[in-house]
């Protein structure tokens, strides 16, 4: 009846609610458990850390260069060849180049332009080759410069680059 003054005893749950509980928090315990087990890196393999690469060494500098002059080499055979135009072969110079100095130093050679790279004060005989040698016989109109001292000035990049 109402208005009784009666207290009523609470609503007993089912002990299968609790076990529900604890069988979800297990589940959620054991899915953060795998999670992290399954995605951390694994033991005994060395990770590289591509954002900031390991100073090169000596050995591997002047593998580098031996590299970069057998290329060079390589352009101005095809040249003398007559596989590649003068033009050709003074554009694979820049390129050869050009990836030479990101490989050594990491600076971004291939994308810049001759104005960029002087702005950034880059080694002299870079500059030299680029402005003498390989940006005229490739922009201007007209016969290309000849390649073969393109070819020296490409050494001499790859060999005095610091």
Known sequence: MPGSDEL???FQYS???????????AVLI???????VLTRPRR?????????PGPLTVD???QLRIEYLDRIQLVEADYRAGKLSARNANL????????????????EAPVLALDDLVARGVHPALIDAMGRHYYPSIFRPGPAI????????????VRSWH
């Open 60 to 62: 591997v500098l002047s």
């Open 146 to 157: 000849d390649p073969v001292a393109g070819t020296e000035a490409a050494r001499t990049v």
């Open 92 to 107: 694979e110079l820049s390129r050869v180049v050009r990836t030479f100095v990101n490989e050594y130093s990491g600076l």
């Open 30 to 36: 054991l899915a953060a458990w795998l999670l992290i």
């Open 8 to 10: 009523y005893p609470p």
């Open 15 to 25: 002990g299968w609610w609790l076990l529900l509980a604890f069988g979800i928090l």
């Open 44 to 52: 005994g393999v060395a990770q590289p850390d591509a954002a900031h």
